[in-house]
């Protein structure tokens, strides 16, 4: 009850009006001058698929707001001064604790972008932010010739140590030989598909009969061609979940890239398809994305539902075995199926399927189970970005990030058997500010490395650094086709990092 109206002080204390004393009042209104602005949406040349920045309320005292000052607190305009009609739309949202993301998706390119954030009419931080020209959209077929470059504009860290682990076991790709052994070795009973980037054009040839994920990969490499040029590199992209190198001896090793890893394989990982897609759909197709999920992480955390909770479908043995474990106690543990599919459904073990839950919906609840579906479970980065608590089953199975994830810093660790799940709820239970601390761990390891930046970054350096490996010149072998850009007929743009330019 006291928890209640305490918060209830704080709503009023947001409303425009303010009917408490002084003290009270200030420590929950920001101040335009002291709150803080950042992030790549304030740079012309941080192309990408959703431009975004980041607000940090600050009061007049210097002192950052911790929860929210309201949702519509900050109004931002993204403009061009040389166009009437800007097609830019743009999105506020509040991440409940006194930060706002802000993103924006352009359908256009222009000479010059005005982002102006407002305060009750007042200029926030150093607004407004004017983005000198060109500033490219998405669709804009503009590379950067310098990589370095690039990376620079991007603020790409130097290196990634999943991507020097992967490589480091091939001390060099012979094409030749993989162009011809791969397809042999893997090309009937998996799902590949062989790239060519040769001149910053992507040629395809694919095996196997279920190839319908390379849309995913097409269109990344699509989107990373537009933005920079990649080195000359030729690669066998698994369309399949399970990663297939399997063998020991290094001297026979195939590099084959793979959406998941594992600790019995030598597959090179890649940022999954999931989150490839989430990135560049963010304000399109997709809703679930690792910014709409800042803005969608539940209740406070004193006010979450206090039992540990799992939703999905029945794709490996152990998620059998923790419904049944929800089902002998519920007081601890509420986990159930959306879906079967691989085992037979015996409904007195399993109980009911139950109704699809909506994502955002997971984090009414403070933990949050992640157990390995057919491989890892691609949900990873979307629930650390909640503010629940993860608590993950050890897996041989990884994403490319896994590796930088510490256990009791950005989640809590369970067995692969899952015998202590049940301990270890309790334990988070028992030690709610430990549980909450590693919840802000994980979700601020998420706001930093699982945004669409740091994707973008670490698909460029893993083929620069594959590039280094390579012994024979990629080709653009017999039966690859053209994986063409689309044509954007609507709002073609001008692209003046080329030679293009001397032809206007
Ligand atoms: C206030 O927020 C900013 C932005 O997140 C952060 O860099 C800074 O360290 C915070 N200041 C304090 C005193 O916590
Ligand atoms: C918390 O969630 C459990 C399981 O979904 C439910 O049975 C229980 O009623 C909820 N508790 C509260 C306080 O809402
Ligand atoms: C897989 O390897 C990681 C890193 O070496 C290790 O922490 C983890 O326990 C291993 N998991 C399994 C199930 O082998």
Redesign the pocket.
């Known amino acids: 009850m006291l928890l209640r109206s305490l918060s209830g002080l704080l709503l009023l204390c947001c409303t425009p009006v303010c009917l408490l004393p002084e003290a009270v009042c200030t420590s929950a209104v920001p101040s335009a001058s002291k709150s803080?602005v950042?992030g790549l949406g304030l740079e012309a040349n941080a192309v990408l698929p959703a431009r975004f920045f980041?607000i940090?309320s600050?009061d007049k005292a210097?002192?950052?707001l911790t929860t929210s000052p309201g949702a519509n607190t900050f109004e931002v305009k993204v403009t061009s001064p040389s166009e009437a009609f800007s097609r830019i739309w743009v999105q506020v949202l509040d991440r409940q604790d006194?930060?706002f993301l802000v993103r924006y998706r352009m359908y256009a390119s222009y000479t010059e972008l005005n982002v102006e954030i407002l305060l009750k009419n007042k200029h926030v931080a150093k607004s407004p932010y004017i983005l000198k020209g060109p500033v490219y959209h998405e669709s804009c077929n503009c590379p950067e010739p310098s990589g370095a470059l690039w990376m620079n504009h991007m603020h790409c860290p130097s290196s990634f140590s999943q991507i020097q682990h992967d490589l480091s076991i091939f001390p060099k790709v012979d094409l030749e030989r993989n162009a011809h052994e791969i397809p042999q070795r893997f090309g009937q009973r998996q799902s590949l598909c062989h790239y060519t980037i040769k001149n910053n054009q992507v040629y395809i040839k694919t095996y196997g009969e279920h190839v319908g994920f390379r849309i995913f990969m097409d269109a990344f490499l699509l989107s990373l061609t537009r933005k920079v040029r990649l080195p000359d590199v030729e690669f066998f992209v698994n369309l399949g979940d399970w990663p297939l190198e399997k063998r020991r001896t290094t001297d026979k090793l195939h590099p084959i890239f793979s959406w998941c890893g594992s600790n019995d394989t030598r597959d090179i990982v890649m940022p999954t398809y999931d989150l490839t897609e989430s990135v560049l759909e963010t304000m399109g197709r997709v809703s679930l994305d690792m910014m709409s999920v800042q803005a969608n992480t539940g209740p406070p955390w004193a006010e979450k539902n206090m039992t540990a909770f799992w939703r999905g479908r029945d794709s490996r043995r152990e998620r059998l075995e923790l419904v049944k474990l929800a089902r002998a106690n519920p007081e601890l543990l509420d986990a159930a199926f959306t879906n079967f599919f691989f085992f037979e459904h015996v409904e007195s073990l399993y109980g009911p399927l139950v109704k699809h839950v909506s994502f955002f919906d997971f984090f009414k609840y403070k933990y949050q189970i992640n157990v390995d579906g057919t491989v890892a479970a691609y949900r990873m980065p979307y629930l650390l970005a909640g503010d629940s608590v993860v608590l993950k089953q050890d897996s041989t199975y990884y994403e490319h990030f896994y590796s930088q994830l510490q256990p009791w810093v950005h989640y809590i660790p369970i067995k692969a058997d899952l015998s202590d799940v049940l301990e270890k709820i309790q334990w988070a239970k028992e030690h709610d500010e430990e549980a909450r601390k590693i919840a802000q761990a994980g979700q601020q390891f998420a706001r930093t490395h699982l945004m669409a930046d740091s994707i973008f970054c670490y698909y460029y350096k893993l083929f620069q650094e594959y590039e280094k490996l390579q012994v024979t010149e990629p080709k653009i072998r017999d039966g690859m086709e053209l994986v063409e850009q689309p044509k954007d007929d609507l709002f073609p743009c001008y692209c003046h990092r080329t030679k293009v330019k001397d032809e206007l």
Do not use: E, H
């Open positions: 803080l950042w980041f940090q600050v210097g002192k950052n006194g930060s």
